[in-house]
């Protein structure tokens, strides 16, 4: 029977999975078709990227490698192998998941897509060159190889002084009182100052009237003098200990400022350190490239016109202009040209036509406002994923399966048209296509669809349905169902009136260009806008600019991501605006953003929200625990003597693969469960810590329901949608959607005092239908405290509900950067100008 069914698989082009038991999967087996797109949906945490991803790619990238080499091999032991019992039919597979905060400052849009290989080759075989100059290779036009990078700026652009000025900010300060402000603070800077003393200078005077020579040895000395420290000790005492060779307190070894300054930013592993720093060292534009990061030579060949640090600036549709007559052979003089230059005119027309064809795509899926040397940090979780499928179309490969994480995130309705025309040309080549996704435009145009649930965490797992999307009409306990075939009236909440208006003036960034904007307060506003608008600008970098300056310390985000790199040519200030009204009436601001809440598996949900803390305290509290005194610090995974010490509470050790990201498997000694034996011994109702941190929201609701202290964070975990999560899922599994619903939760369990601007840049991004609506119901309950809330969304069903909506545009890059309208949304509606206008329109009138 078994036999027969995996060769009906086969024979009809399906991939047959068996007994798939990955997280929260419950033994589930399924046929899905090969050639189609399948759009895998259900509610957030209801298994569906276990399933896509956790199983199907998971197994499809054991078998490629297990047939790679014996070296790959012999790491599977380590790898997880994602649990089912057998599938068969399955293509080798691409994952294009979302990688947030992915790439150095280094990768760039170019370097992504590849674009600008093929734009060095063309420069390098078809540029003008000035006469005389030696034809350069094409390494000579990267910024990235010692052949092209400024000899000057290493390819920064920037070049850094550390003066006098800048490490010392009062002159009228003794160094005994601080005056050498880049020194390090605490003991160190103690220590220099002591060896300053025993080098005989004066640390009592202040600083503008010591000896020039001296102030300059201070701070510019390459000389490193070990000498003997006596504490406490006044001059007179200091000389007498000197002469009578006494024993000193210990041997100090002295460093200039500037060097101190230049080594800690080179070396130091810390981004807060980095930072601190980087105060002390000036920035100015390299005079040598004049920031464009490469060497004379290099910049010298021009084609078009342009350099390729001038070219690599403009947006991909004004490349798109340029390259076009080239590929085409109409371009001015070419003609001409290739009677001279035969070889140079076939490479230009050869170089040309590849990068339009690549440069159609990105356009088709709205990334034509992008430019080669953006970095990729900066671009958004769905605009990467984009651009790699873009790559992927070009590739032309067939019989391949793409699995995809929500490809529409971050997508405007009318980009998402494009999108899957896009999906459709790779269907098209022979491919298939697993999406895992919640956009019920995505979810309409599938072929096949498995829906996973009914609930999340240990509630889902099931399948309900696997086949055409009509047949899920007949699903009664589906979710997906209920907003897939719903075609009931819009009920709209009344619209609130505003208590007063936060106005901007002057705006300039990216394409905004001295913008006025009016955000109402006391109510939710929403900005919406094609992908590139200029939405995220406008609220997510001038918005928090201006009112982190006006609030001064009243800012709550995030404390700064590690790897945040403070001297990054995208680090850069807002060229213009201010805010000229309304702040009065704000006396804090949350920013919830995407980025995660940790980059270890050592930052988790319970640490996050304070949950934690209470926890450990109770365990404290318990019988055993005090016969031993252990106290609250014990039940901690991050201090010494309870946790684990092979995988230092991490619960996971890292494998280095050689050729692939590196991954987490469960420490082999705890078995993930973070902590040493002794610790485990102690019970809180008949549970052990590691226990507690396996539950998930849900359970420890049930399981600490006489305790008031940890059940106010679980209940608002439980409102925003959380309940599946375990209380200690390591912050490394979370999505970017997740990780901001628990900020949020963060947020909500404070006793509000009103007054506070909540800022949130897509948050429905990850979340079914079901979900969205218990987000509303959160973001209502802020308003109604007394807050203002403001969302970039593209999530039609939150814009509708919404008071007010600014309507960025019309177009993207150089064509957006405008407020098409503001107003109450069913007027936005009715803008002909507006490209949202048509989507708001479906939704108020019922049709979603």
């Not at 010591?210 to 000395?221: A, S």
């Not at 067939?398 to 529409?408: A, H, I, K, R, T």
């Not at 995407?594 to 318990?622: E, H, M």
Request: hydrophobic share 35%; proline share 5%.
């Amino acid at each position: 029977m078994e036999k027969r069914h995996e060769e009906r698989a086969q024979k009809e082009g399906f991939v047959a999975i068996s007994g798939a038991r990955q997280h929260n999967l419950k033994d589930v087996s399924l046929e899905i078709p090969r050639d189609a797109l399948v759009v895998f949906t259900g509610i957030s945490g209801s298994g569906k990227s276990s399933l896509a991803f956790g199983t199907l790619y998971a197994e499809a990238q054991r078998r490629y490698l297990e047939s790679v080499s014996p070296y790959a091999r012999r790491l599977f032991h380590q790898m997880p192998i994602p649990e089912v019992d057998e599938i068969e039919g399955l293509p080798p597979a691409v994952a294009l998941q979302q990688q947030r905060g992915s790439g150095t400052t280094r990768s760039s849009v170019g370097s992504v897509t590849t674009l600008s290989n093929l734009l060095r080759m063309l420069y390098s075989r078809a540029g003008d060159y000035p006469p005389n100059q030696p034809i350069l290779y094409a390494d000579s036009f990267s910024t990235n190889t010692p052949e092209g990078v400024c000899p000057e700026c290493h390819g920064l652009g920037r070049v850094y002084q550390v003066t006098e000025k800048s490490m010392v900010l009062d002159d009228t300060l003794t160094i005994r009182e601080g005056a050498i402000d880049s020194w390090p603070k605490a003991w160190q800077g103690k220590n220099l100052r002591d060896i300053l003393v025993t080098l005989g200078y004066d640390v009592d005077t202040p600083w503008k009237d010591l000896p020039q020579k001296d102030r300059d040895w201070i701070l510019f000395t390459d000389e490193q003098p070990k000498v003997p420290i006596y504490r406490n000790l006044n001059r007179e005492e200091l000389q007498f200990a000197i002469e009578n060779k006494h024993e000193p307190s210990y041997m100090g070894t002295y460093s200039g400022a500037k060097k101190l300054v230049l080594h800690t930013f080179a070396n130091t592993q810390s981004s807060l350190m980095k930072k601190r720093v980087s105060k002390y060292m000036i920035s100015s534009e390299c005079p040598t490239c004049h920031g464009k990061r490469l060497r004379p030579e290099s910049l010298s060949v021009t084609f078009a016109g342009y350099d390729i640090a001038d070219i690599s600036r403009l947006p991909l549709k004004k490349l798109l202009a340029i390259f076009t007559p080239y590929g085409n052979g109409s371009a001015p003089g070419l003609t001409e040209l290739a009677k001279s230059h035969k070889e140079k005119t076939l490479v230009a027309q050869r170089i040309a036509e590849d990068l339009v064809a690549r440069l159609d795509v990105l356009l088709e899926l709205g990334l034509g406002y992008l430019s080669l040397e953006r970095s990729t940090p900066t671009l958004s979780a769905g605009e990467h994923q984009r651009l790699r499928l873009a790559t992927q179309v070009r590739s032309n490969l067939f019989g391949v399966v793409y699995v995809l994480d929500e490809p529409s995130a971050g997508l405007h309705p009318a980009d998402t048209e494009a999108l899957l025309k896009t999906l459709d040309r790779l269907k098209a080549s022979g491919n298939s296509l697993f999406v895992v996704e919640h956009e019920l435009d995505v979810v309409r145009h599938a072929d096949w669809l498995v829906d996973v649930g009914p609930d999340a965490g240990e509630g889902g797992g099931e399948i309900l349905y696997s086949g055409p999307p009509a047949g899920l009409q007949n699903v009664s306990k589906s979710k997906t169902r209920e907003h897939l075939f719903k075609d009931l009236p819009f009920k709209k909440s009344k619209t609130r009136k505003p208590t007063g208006w936060l106005t901007l003036n002057g705006i300039t960034k990216n394409n905004l260009n001295n913008l006025e904007a009016s955000f109402p307060l006391g109510v939710m506003t929403c900005v919406t806008g094609i992908s590139g608008s200029g939405k995220s600008s406008l609220v997510s970098q001038v918005l928090v600019e201006l009112m982190s300056a006006q609030l001064g310390n009243t800012i709550a985000t995030e404390k700064e991501e590690e790897g945040d790199d403070p001297l990054s040519p995208e680090v850069t200030a807002i060229q213009g605006g201010e805010i000229t009204a309304g702040s009065k009436h704000l006396k804090r601001m949350v920013v919830v953003n995407q980025k995660p809440i940790g980059r270890t598996p050592r930052s988790n949900l319970a640490t996050y929200t304070g949950l934690f803390d209470v926890v450990r305290k109770l365990f404290s509290t318990t019988k055993l625990a005090k016969s031993r005194k252990y106290k609250a610090g014990r039940f901690s995974f991050n201090v010494g003597k309870g946790r684990c010490p092979n995988c230092e509470g991490e619960g996971a050790v890292m494998v280095e693969l050689l050729f692939l990201p590196s991954v987490y498997a469960p420490c082999p000694v705890c078995e993930g469960t973070r902590y040493n034996p002794e610790t485990l011994e102690v019970t809180y109702n008949k549970k052990n810590i590691a226990q507690v941190l396996g539950l998930t929201v849900n359970e420890a609701a049930d399981f600490f329901n006489e305790e008031e202290r940890v059940m106010r964070p679980l209940k608002v975990l439980q409102e925003v949608g959380l309940g599946y999560l375990r209380l200690g899922q390591p912050a490394t599994e979370l999505s970017g959607g997740e990780a901001q619903r628990i900020k949020l939760a963060k947020e909500l369990q404070r006793l509000n005092r009103g007054k506070t601007l909540y800022i949130l840049d897509e948050p429905t991004t990850g979340l079914h239908p079901t979900d969205v609506e218990k987000l509303q119901l959160q973001l209502a309950r802020l308003v109604d405290a007394g807050n203002t809330v403001i969302v970039v969304e593209h999530d039609m069903q939150v814009i509708a509900e919404s008071d007010w909506v600014i309507d960025m545009g019309p177009g993207a890059g150089e064509e957006g950067g405008n407020i098409v309208v503001a107003d109450i949304p069913e007027n936005v509606a009715k803008n002909k100008q507006s490209k949202t206008a048509h989507y708001l329109t479906k939704i108020l009138n019922g049709h979603s």
